[in-house]
Structures are given as C-alpha cells and as structure tokens.
C-alpha cells in the first residue's frame, strides 16, 4: 500500500508540474524529464535484436539499448539506426559510406592511389602517375625541361614535350618555315619544323606570300622585278617569258620605250626596263611659271626627263600644278607618285609609238592624243623657248619637233620609269 501511495504522489507532481526531475528539484525548462546524477546513468531498455523487431509499433525516436550488437539505437522512418553510425574521424583522410544499414569508415588509402567503386562498394586502387610538361605559350606543345608527375594533368601542362621554344606560340613542331635561299624576300621551298632552318623565316618576316619565287637561286629573279624583255627569262615569275613589249599595259602606263639592257630612266638609283606614258593628256598649261627664267633643264636625251622635271620644279617653285612639269609631277595615275615630264628624245619615242599608244590607252580606260603639241621638259638655251613635239595627224600647223615660246599653253602627258 505504501508503494501505491509514493507512485500516486509521482504523478500528481508530474502531472502538476509538467516536468519532471529526477536527482534535482530543478529540471531545465526546456526538458520534460531531468534526470541528474554524477554517480550513477541513464539505463534504457536492454534487449536483443530479436526482442527489438518484436516491439509493436516502435515510435519514431523509441531508443533501446541492442545487446546482440552492443550499440545504443534509436528508431528513425527507415529503422533502427546506432548511435555509433555517425563517429567521429579519427585519422586524416578518413571517409565513411552508407551500406544500407549503417555507416561504414573507409579505411585510408596510400598517396598516389584513386578511390573507386568495386561492385558498389568503395575500394583504393593503385595508379600510375603521368609526366606532364608546361606549356607556357599556349601552343599545345611542352617543354622538356619543365616537368610534373601527376594522377591528374594541371593546368597549364600538356602531354606532349617537343616545343623547342615554349616562349612563342608561332613557333612549334607545326610551324611552317618558309626558305629564301637567295635572300631576295621570296619564298622557294616551305619547310615544317620546330627548328629555324638555314634561311628559314615566319611568313610574316618576308615580302612574299608564301613559295613564290620561281628561282630561289637568283635574287634577280621574284615577284616584285619587271620583266625584262628579250633575255629568255621569267623575271617576275608569273609564268611568261619576255611579256613586256611596246604597247603592254604595265605600271599606271603604256609602255612606248624599252632600254636594251636594264637601265636608271629616272635618276632614282634603281634599274629600270623602260618607259610608259599616261593613259590621257593631263590637260593645258603654260611651260613657265609667270616669267621665263634659265632652269638648267637642258637635256635632250632618254633617261633626262625625271632630272629635267626635278630642275624646273626647283627654279620655277609654287604652285607647281600651274605649269607644266609640276602639272605632270602631280599625276598620280595607277597609284605611282613618280611621274614626270618627258624630255624632248622620250616625247619623240611617244610619237614614234602614237598609234599602239592610243589604241592601248582606249582599251584601258584612257584617251588617245588629240591633236596639237605636247611640251617636253627640254628648255632651250634661249630662257624663253622650249621644245615640244606635235602629235595627231589633224594638226594643220604641227610640224614635228619646234621650239615654242614657254609662255604658250600645250597639252601635257607625264611618263615614269618602270
């Protein structure tokens, strides 16, 4: 009766209270039940395995103490789950899996293995490390002489270790080498190589565009030479021999002039074939510029109009479009800059070749002569006169080569050298 009585009073005080303590008359506020002691535990139900899967209807959170695996459990949606599943690491590197009932600690592997999956389960293997070499350029290509050993290649590392100069990405076993043997600017052969071959450059350091020399042994013989006519040679390599003749279209100009052997026709240092004329008169203008003064223009011959033009612009001064030699200075005709005014010889050959000239001047967008003279840069030891050259088979009062007073106003037509 007097057990009765105390378990009466245990439950008036917790239904009373609502809390309960036990071994304190203080339970935390947040605790339905304290249980305090520093003597003695806190001992759950003790049951096998067995006897726990026999309790109807376990609770979400039920916690028994299972004797058959010696582990505290407690119950979750899925099972019985130890309190022991989620230890603790103990050593570096360690990791754990699920097998489907309990948590499971992996045990560690050694450096230099991967772990991988055996069967749904979790083991080390071994693996063989790889050499990578850096790639500094960015070309694809390593350098041997800088290396690391790796599971896994890094960033900024390649497999391969042929690049000989890992400091350019231009240059590597792909690049292409393009040969100039004679040293003129154009390419005979390519080569691929990650070396610079003897005479080897980047396309990008010569003056062709690629194997466009058709004589990599003479630096006479490439794309940017005119053809000299009559030498059984293909000096500008474009597959014909000796093209050139009176009447070819060639440097802004018709050709009415070719040298016998290279030539300087314009007094700039470099050798020229022959002479072309512009395709139209430039127009009208008087040979001086406001007063008849001594130019020192006084050659006749081919090869002296440049140098005779040079001197009159020199004596004459602004504005050089308001006389004759100035006015052919200017001409700009197919993108050349070098015109000048024909000595009175080269005004002859023009003459000489009036009919091809006109025909071929036709055909490429040009004019024919009209009729009536044309100056030359000759002037004649008289200040005031200068020699011209009629042109046109309808000029009544052209009679070939005349002296004309410098003041009068002739057509002009500018010649350069090529």
């Known amino acids: 009766?007097?057990?009765?009585?105390?378990?009466?009073?245990?439950?008036?005080?917790?239904?009373?209270?609502?809390?309960?303590?036990?071994?304190?008359?203080?339970?935390?506020?947040?605790?339905?039940?304290?249980?305090?002691?520093?003597?003695?535990?806190?001992?759950?139900?003790?049951m096998n395995a067995a006897q726990r899967d026999d309790i109807v209807s376990p609770a979400t959170g039920l916690v028994v103490y299972n004797t058959t695996?010696?582990?505290?459990?407690?119950?979750?949606?899925?099972?019985?789950?130890?309190?022991q599943d989620n230890p603790d690491g103990t050593t570096a590197g360690e990791m754990q899996y699920w097998d489907g009932s309990a948590w499971v600690t992996i045990v560690p592997g050694t450096e230099g293995q991967i772990l991988t999956l055996t069967?749904?389960?979790?083991?080390?293997?071994?693996?063989?490390?790889?050499?990578?070499?850096?790639?500094?350029?960015?070309?694809?290509y390593g350098d041997v002489n800088?290396?690391?050993?790796?599971?896994?290649?890094?960033?900024?590392?390649?497999?391969?270790?042929?690049?000989?100069?890992?400091?350019?990405?231009?240059?590597?076993?792909?690049?292409?080498?393009?040969?100039?043997?004679?040293?003129?600017?154009?390419v005979g052969t390519d080569v691929v190589s990650c070396l610079r071959p003897i005479n080897g450059f980047l396309l990008n350091e010569l003056s062709g565009t690629g194997t466009d020399?058709?004589?990599?042994?003479?630096?006479?013989?490439?794309?940017?030479?005119?053809?000299?006519?009559?030498?059984?040679?293909?000096?500008?390599?474009?597959?014909q021999e000796d093209n050139i003749v009176i009447g070819s279209f060639v440097g802004g100009g018709i050709v009415f002039y070719l040298a016998d052997t290279p030539t300087d026709l314009d007094?700039?240092?470099?050798?020229?074939i022959g002479l072309v004329c512009a395709i139209e008169d430039q127009g009208i203008k008087p040979w001086r510029n406001l007063v008849a003064i001594q130019t020192g223009a006084n050659e006749t011959g081919i090869g002296y109009g440049a140098s005779n033009t040079r001197l009159i612009i020199e004596m004459q001064g602004d504005t050089s479009t308001d006389y004759a030699a100035g006015f052919a200075s200017a001409y700009n005709g197919g993108g050349f800059t070098d015109w000048f005014l024909p000595s009175i010889d080269e005004l002859v050959e023009m003459n000489n070749n009036e009919t091809i000239i006109n025909d071929r001047s036709v055909v490429n967008g040009g004019s024919a002569f009209e009729s009536g003279f044309r100056w030359s840069s000759s002037q004649d030891s008289d200040d005031r006169r200068v020699w011209n050259m009629s042109f046109g088979s309808n000029c009544s009062t052209c009679y070939g080569v005349q002296i004309k007073n410098s003041s009068?106003?002739?057509?002009?037509?500018?010649?350069?050298?090529?």
């Open 1 to 46: 009766m007097k057990h009765l009585t105390i378990l009466f009073f245990l439950f008036l005080s917790a239904g009373t209270y609502a809390q309960t303590g036990i071994g304190t008359t203080a339970p935390d506020p947040s605790a339905q039940l304290e249980v305090s002691s520093t003597t003695k535990g806190f001992l759950p139900p003790r």
């Open 69 to 83: 695996a010696n582990v505290l459990e407690y119950k979750t949606a899925s099972g019985w789950v130890s309190y």
């Open 119 to 140: 069967s749904g389960l979790p083991t080390w293997a071994g693996i063989t490390s790889t050499t990578f070499y850096q790639d500094l350029d960015g070309d694809g």
């Open 146 to 186: 800088s290396t690391v050993a790796s599971v896994l290649r890094p960033l900024g590392y390649v497999a391969d270790n042929t690049d000989c100069d890992d400091s350019d990405v231009a240059i590597n076993p792909e690049t292409v080498w393009y040969v100039d043997a004679d040293g003129d600017g154009y």
């Open 213 to 239: 020399d058709c004589d990599d042994s003479d630096a006479s013989i490439n794309p940017s030479i005119f053809e000299f006519p009559n030498d059984g040679v293909d000096n500008n390599c474009d597959g």
């Open 267 to 272: 007094g700039d240092g470099d050798l020229d």
């Open 408 to 418: 009068n106003t002739y057509n002009v037509r500018a010649i350069r050298a090529f």
